[in-house]
């Protein structure tokens, strides 16, 4: 019997699809890109990308049904995973130039304006992982992830009142201030940085998520 994961990247118009494909491909997934609701429903794991505005990518999610699939699988414990914009939906709302925006809600805050000297943050940076996380397991303190982006979530609220139940690792980095870099939430994982673009971190990465489906 196979053992090799089936992982639906979710095309919803915003997103590098083809990139991410490839990443998770070489990290030992079987890859389809699709919007199809069956598939992305069923598969061991569902990766929803995201790049550009806040607004535009909830727009485009909910045009796809793909708002409802994300919380469809996680009611039912099934592994979904955000990167970049894909991350920031994620959270109670975006605010781009004064305009807020609703997101996906599955974690409270708001994806607001880098303050930094330069914007946006683009390049190579290092990310701070807390003890035992397992999205950033066998990697080095020291490991560059890639980032490209202008907002981000700068405080986390959400708190773990059922002691049965892991809290949720938080992984900071810094551009100017402090902001999200990462979040492994059940079965709800997601990063702020490309890991498709990440070199061999982000393909260690991805391995990573891949052996918890």
Not at 18 to 24: C, I, K, M, P, Q
Not at 51 to 77: N, Q, T, Y
Request: glycine content about 12%; charged content about 20%.
């Amino acid at each position: 019997m196979s053992t090799t994961r089936k992982v639906v990247v979710f095309d919803y118009g915003f997103g590098n699809v083809r990139s991410a494909e490839r990443a998770l491909a070489r990290a030992g997934a079987d890859v389809e890109i699709t919007r199809d609701f069956d598939r992305a429903m069923n598969a061991d794991g569902l990766l929803v990308p995201g790049v550009g505005a806040f607004a535009a990518c909830m727009k485009g999610l909910k045009e796809a049904r793909g708002d409802w699939i994300v919380d469809r699988r996680l009611s039912g414990g099934r592994p979904v995973m955000g990167i970049c914009v894909g991350m920031q939906i994620l959270f109670a709302r975006g605010i781009e130039h004064g305009v807020e925006t609703e997101g996906l809600d599955e974690w409270p805050g708001s994806v607001e304006p880098l303050q930094a000297d330069i914007v946006p943050h683009m390049g190579w940076n290092t990310v701070d992982a807390p003890a035992g996380s397992e999205l950033f397991a066998g990697l080095d303190a020291d490991a560059r992830f890639y980032f490209v982006h202008s907002y981000a979530v700068h405080d986390w609220s959400l708190e773990t009142t059922n002691p049965a139940t892991r809290a949720p690792l938080v992984t900071w980095s810094t551009h100017g201030e402090p902001f999200v870099a990462a979040v492994e939430n059940g079965a709800l994982w997601a990063t702020q940085f490309h890991p498709e673009k990440s070199g061999d971190a982000g393909a260690q990465l991805l391995t990573n998520w891949i052996g918890t489906l």
